[in-house]
């Protein structure tokens, strides 16, 4: 398995623009995160699914911010409209099921919004 | 509230030589403690973990320790290799949480030649 993949590595979008983060999990995990790492703050969970399903989306900082998970494979981070605030790296991981241990992550896509 | 610290935002150690890397927490409830290392440019990579039932975990190079009634835990990394060189994170997850990982801000550790 390739791992967690995550598109696109980069972006750059201005102030006010929609972006949409995405995801794919490792084949056969039933637990996917979103994580935002700044300076300011490290490591913030901003979502967690499992089994496709959102648990917990108590970390998504505002309206602004919305998650999907339409199928096991896929996922999607969306921000609209972004903000400078919201550069940031996104990371995304799986884990092989609810409350085990590990996660592996992807390599993440660093947003930066001007 | 933090409920994971790590106090030292960094530590250098000479090669060949141990890394000790510290985290200390709040919630007695945690399950299942956790050591992530990670890189610039990519995501944390799981080294090891430890569950709150034990005191001990080994692991090559690693081991964790859990000192349950101090609410603290350490890895240590022995012997130091320059590879070894990247920012560490310790993070606890519980019932509680739904299992979520609870992260600690990190450690970046730097070995010196």
């Known amino acids: 398995d390739a791992g967690v993949i995550q598109s696109p590595r980069h972006e750059v979008t201005e102030m006010g623009q929609e972006v949409t983060l995405r995801c794919k999990p490792i084949?056969?995990?039933?637990?996917l995160f979103w994580y935002r790492q700044t300076m300011m703050r490290g490591l913030e969970l901003l979502i967690y699914?499992?089994?496709?399903?959102?648990?917990?989306d108590s970390g998504m900082p505002e309206d602004r911010f919305s998650a999907k998970m339409p199928n096991a494979s896929f996922s999607t981070l969306k921000i609209q409209p972004s903000e400078p605030r919201d550069s940031a790296v996104y990371f995304c991981?799986?884990?092989?099921?609810?409350?085990?241990?590990?996660?592996?992550f992807g390599q993440g896509t660093r947003l930066t919004v001007v | 509230d933090q409920q994971v610290k790590q106090n030292s935002p960094s530590l250098s150690v000479q090669e060949g030589r141990i890394s000790i890397l510290n985290c200390d927490y709040t919630n007695s409830m945690f399950d299942y403690f956790l050591w992530y290392k990670k890189y610039p440019a990519e995501g944390p990579t799981f080294l090891i973990s430890?569950?709150?039932i034990k005191d001990k975990n080994e692991d090559g190079r690693f081991t964790v320790f859990l000192n349950k009634s101090a609410k603290h835990l350490s890895l240590h990394i022995v012997p130091s290799q320059p590879g070894d060189s990247a920012v560490y994170f310790c993070a606890a997850l519980s019932r509680d949480s739904n299992y979520q990982l609870i992260w600690g801000a990190g450690t970046k550790l730097i070995i010196k030649p």
């Open positions: 430890i569950s709150s």
């Open positions: 084949s056969g995990h039933n637990s």
């Open positions: 699914f499992n089994n496709n399903v959102p648990i917990d």
């Open positions: 991981a799986s884990s092989p099921g609810q409350g085990v241990g590990a996660s592996f």
